[in-house]
C-alpha cells in the first residue's frame, strides 16, 4: 500500500496563495492516477482536482482556473498550487491515488493526516 504525507497548509488572507506537497512512496505510486481532496468541517470529503497517469488534469468546478495540480519527474512527490483563494476553500487537503482518474472518489493509497488550509481575514 503507498504511504502518503501531505503538507504545506497554513492560514491566509482571502486571495493569497498557498503550494502543498504529497510525498509518497511505493512500487505502484508511478504506475497510478494521482488527485487531491479536501473536507471542510462537517462536509464530505470532495475531489479538488486529478491527473491521469499521462497528465491530463481535470478539476473542481469550484477551484477552476484557481488551483494547479502537478507532478515531479520522479513522481514520488504531487504539488497543488492554490491562487486566489477564497474562504470556501477553508479544509482539510488530502492527496490519494484513485483507480482511475475517471473515478477518483475510488481511491488506492491510505489516508494521511491532510493538511489544514484556513483562508480567513
Known amino acids: 500500500q503507498v504511504h502518503l504525507a501531505e503538507s504545506g497548509g497554513g492560514l491566509v488572507q482571502p486571495g493569497g496563495s498557498l503550494r502543498l506537497s504529497c510525498v509518497a512512496s511505493g512500487p505502484s505510486f508511478s504506475f497510478n492516477s494521482v488527485a487531491w481532496y479536501r473536507q471542510a468541517p462537517g462536509n464530505q470529503r470532495e475531489v479538488v482536482a486529478v491527473?491521469?497517469?499521462?497528465?491530463?488534469?481535470t478539476y473542481a468546478d469550484s477551484v477552476k482556473g484557481r488551483f494547479t495540480i502537478s507532478r515531479d519527474k520522479a513522481k514520488t512527490t504531487m504539488y497543488l498550487q492554490m491562487d486566489s483563494l477564497k474562504p470556501e476553500d477553508t479544509a482539510v487537503y488530502f492527496c490519494?491515488?484513485?483507480?482511475?482518474?475517471?473515478?477518483?472518489?475510488?481511491?488506492?493509497?491510505?489516508w494521511g493526516q491532510g493538511t489544514q488550509v484556513t483562508v480567513s481575514s
Open positions: 490519494n491515488l484513485p483507480r482511475s482518474h475517471r473515478t477518483p472518489h475510488l481511491t488506492t493509497g491510505s
Open positions: 491527473m491521469s497517469p499521462h497528465g491530463d488534469t
